[in-house]
């Protein structure tokens, strides 16, 4: 028997998403597999420590081997690299650390030529502070038009010595940042809502908008596919920058709370700026990084004149518990459907451990990414893996004198970071830094323990983590019964989730303590050994 669910309100019909009508469900990214590269940690190609852009295209094979659709690149642009480049000095270049733009022009060559397209960041909420911008407005003084491009306010109390309200910093401490005027006293305060490196932008200025125009034509001309839009619920702020009515320090998630920092409605005339200029580049895809949990507003950024794609967090943020997954997928669903878009998924990125290690670690968070993996592939949509997921890579602890994540100074070293998920990729070799470089020196340390866990290690094995990310991939590529846009509940014993795809394909997790009986079908796949035909705990089988 099974439960027919419609867009997770339990009331009958199948859930369904991404079915607007207008040639959005044709595109190539509707149901694409975008490989995420974090390019300090992929490959180093000219032994400084630090992967490049050279270093991606060397690795062009292996990328292709995965069954990919396309890459997502994390910031390449001119940048100090105060936030690892999420602090853009100069959007319209690449970085010297990363090649140059000659590297980029390579790159994408090379993926074109393998049939992968390639998608940058874009980082509109704020720039560098060594930005020209930003330099010129320092230089300029208050009540200038150069400050007018950035949040500049005066304190407030005696002698201006208190910020301007009471906002935090994502990384930790104040939202604010006095300065020294030109006369060398303390002046005016500026916002940045991460690290005092990164001044908010004015979007109320339209030369802000003006510029972006400029940077996405430049890229976009030049043969990129797409971008990932960075902190794309935020940009707009609050008329009158009110107070936060509860201190939420760490938090980029807009939630029940109002926070006044996140998901301003004047974001979405952004938004709508934005996909004029992607209009005009029919195969462009945008993808906001939109932690808003609220189903209704979540779909707002998904509406025809906005994002293409929105990374929905619910999957991600779920426990390895069935309710807690069936309810992030519903919710999910029920978000892009309600907007009539196609879905995205994600277990991983830059900014969260990694997933065996949010399962639990060791052998079970492994199973549990994997089964994890399978639950994500089998449903309707767009799909992002993470450098190095493929590979089963767990996060690593580092010795505080390794820490380069700008969190754990802005945090008064109370938080660690996110370095613990950007530890460059292993490739070969016994010992670190299992050839990631030359350099024995890498701008974070691999650990000795992940001999094991090498590309060429896993390369040959069928029993590898590479063999199995490989196989679903390409079944989820070739295989019929992935298509179509609806799941439907299947009834499954308790502390597992069983869905069937319009097409035809049967997806049961056990996130159990027993094994289960599988339904009828042929397995397909699995992501552990079965027991005497049954599904173990920790695992989840395919079935057509
Ligand atoms: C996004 C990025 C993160 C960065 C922040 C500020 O959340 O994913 O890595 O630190 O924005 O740009």
Redo the contacts with the bound molecule.
């Keep these: 028997m099974s439960e027919n669910i419609e867009a997770g309100s339990r009331s009958g019909g199948d859930i369904e998403a991404g079915s607007r009508s207008g040639g959005d469900i044709e595109a190539w990214w509707s149901r694409a597999l975008f490989y995420q590269v974090y390019p300090r940690s992929f490959y180093d190609s000219n032994g400084d420590g630090f992967g490049d852009l050279d270093g991606v295209t060397a690795k062009m094979g292996y990328i292709a081997s995965l069954g990919v659709d396309a890459i997502w690149l994390n910031p390449v642009m001119v940048s100090p690299m105060a ?2 480049g ?1 602090d853009v000095a100069d959007p319209r270049d690449v970085d010297p650390l990363f090649g140059g733009i000659g590297a980029l022009d390579r790159l994408t060559d090379a993926a074109h030529a393998a049939g992968i397209k390639v998608t940058m960041d874009l ?1 509109p ?2 720039t560098s502070s060594a930005h020209p911008w930003f330099q010129a407005a320092l230089a300029a003084g208050p009540g200038s038009d150069a400050r007018e491009r950035y949040i500049f306010r005066d304190g407030v109390g005696p002698g201006g010595t208190q910020p301007p309200n009471n906002w935090v910093s ?1 990384f930790g401490g104040p939202a604010w940042s006095r300065i020294d005027e030109a006369d060398g006293n303390p002046g005016q305060w500026y916002l940045h809502l ?1 690290d005092a490196e ?1 001044p908010d932008l004015n979007w109320d200025n339209p030369e802000v908008f003006e510029d972006l125009e400029k940077t996405l034509r430049f890229w976009l001309e030049r043969g990129i596919d797409g971008f990932r839009i ?2 794309a619920h935020g940009m707009a702020k609050p008329p009158g920058l009110p107070d936060m009515a509860a201190i939420k320090a760490e938090v ?1 998630l807009a939630d029940i709370d109002d926070d006044p920092r996140f998901n301003n409605d004047g974001v979405h005339d952004i938004h709508r700026q934005i996909r004029q200029v992607f209009d005009d580049y029919a195969n462009a895809v945008a993808i906001g ?1 939109v932690w808003v949990y609220d189903n209704e507003q979540f779909a707002q950024y998904l509406r025809p004149d906005e994002l293409h794609l929105a990374f929905n967090f619910r999957l991600l943020r779920a426990e390895f518990d069935a309710e807690d997954i069936r309810g992030a997928i519903e919710n999910s669903l029920t978000a892009a459907h309600i907007a009539d878009a196609t879905p995205s998924w994600t277990l991983a ?3 969260v451990d990694r997933a065996p290690t949010r399962y639990g670690g060791g052998d079970a968070g492994l199973d549990r990414a994997k089964a994890m993996t399978m639950a994500m592939l089998a449903l309707p949509g767009a799909v992002f893996i993470y450098n190095g997921e493929e590979l089963g890579l767990p996060n690593v602890d580092l010795p505080d004198e390794a820490l380069r994540d700008p969190v754990w100074e802005r945090s008064g070293h109370t938080r660690r970071g ?1 370095d613990a998920s950007r530890i460059p990729v292993p490739w070969d070799g016994d010992a670190p830094p299992f050839g990631f470089s030359d350099n024995p020196d890498t701008w974070l340390p691999l650990p000795a323990d992940w001999a094991a866990l090498t590309v060429e290690k896993q390369d040959d094995d069928p029993a590898s983590a590479l063999a199995f990310y490989r196989r679903a991939i390409e079944l989820r590529c070739r295989r019929g019964e992935f298509e179509g846009s609806t799941i439907e509940w299947l009834d499954s014993p308790a502390d597992t989730i069983a869905f069937r795809r319009d097409g035809g394909l049967v997806c049961v997790l056990n996130a159990g303590t027993r094994a289960i009986a599988l339904p009828d079908g042929d397995v397909l796949l699995a992501s552990a050994e079965l027991i005497d035909g049954e599904l173990p705990p920790d695992a989840a089988a395919w079935l057509v």
């Design positions: 936030d690892n999420y980082v909420n704020h994502i991460f990164q960075d902190v980029l990084e990125n830059h900014d996110r």
